[in-house]
């Protein structure tokens, strides 16, 4: 089973501020890396996959890079809306497909 | 527009069996692009899957769970579910649907990421 670990768990951003999520992968998981938001009380959203691909209706703002074994995402201006979880997927080796343990993205 | 909706008890007691459905509306659940997915999220903890189907009946399990769970296909009602049995305070969880992209190459279809979710059902484990 291939093991996703993110860092920060909590990560404190002004708003407009730029925001910088990792995501690592125990193994080389090539491009098939996914990223999720998920807001308080909401299922979560796909905002990312093939590691760099903005799913349908995702601003620009959303952006992520990396292969193998290191991933980034990267908030440009974090807006009031963005403040949220973000999980990290492989969909590279399954099953199971696994998720990282989330990045929380808070006010400071 | 896409929907998935979960329904079912969201209560079970210790080792019984939880049962849910997840209604697909706005899109047919026997397209060959999508495998249909079921995830949890125990209350403040991340995400885990338990399980997919494709609209063939084939299924993928999470190895941690395969025992204890069976998920179905039902084409003509554009549904399917999730039985897990025997089950215990830890899988108190809220449990989500979702659509699970799928690639066809060399033979085989091969589910990727999850683009649309269901709203999540909260199902508590209690006596």
């Known amino acids: 089973e291939i093991v996703m670990t993110q860092s920060p768990a909590t990560l404190s951003v002004s708003p407009g501020e730029r925001a910088t999520l990792s995501c690592r992968a125990s193994q080389s998981v090539s491009s098939n890396l996914a990223w999720y938001q998920q807001r308080p009380g909401q299922a979560p959203r796909l905002l990312i996959y093939g590691a760099s691909t903005r799913a349908t209706g995702i601003p620009a703002r959303f952006s992520g890079s990396g292969s193998g074994t290191e991933f980034t995402l990267t908030i440009s201006s974090l807006q009031s809306e963005d403040f949220a979880v973000y999980y990290c997927q492989q969909y590279n080796n399954w099953p199971p497909w696994t998720f990282g343990q989330g990045t929380k993205v808070e006010i400071k | 527009q896409l929907q998935l909706q979960e329904s079912g008890p969201g209560l079970v007691k210790p080792s019984e069996t939880l049962s849910l459905t997840c209604t697909v509306s706005?899109?047919?659940?026997?397209?060959?692009?999508?495998?249909w997915g079921w995830i949890r999220q125990p209350p403040g903890k991340g995400l885990e899957w338990i399980g997919s189907i494709f609209y063939s009946g084939s299924t993928y399990y999470n190895p941690s769970l395969k025992s204890r769970v069976t998920i179905s296909v039902d084409t003509s009602k554009n549904q399917f579910s999730l039985k897990l049995n025997s089950v215990t305070a830890a899988d108190t969880a809220v449990y989500y649907c979702?659509?699970?992209?799928?690639?066809f190459g060399s033979g085989t279809y091969y589910p990727y990421y999850f683009d649309y979710w269901g709203q999540g059902t909260l199902v508590t484990v209690s006596s």
């Open positions: 706005g899109g047919s659940i026997s397209s060959t692009d999508y495998h």
């Open positions: 979702a659509r699970h992209r799928t690639y």
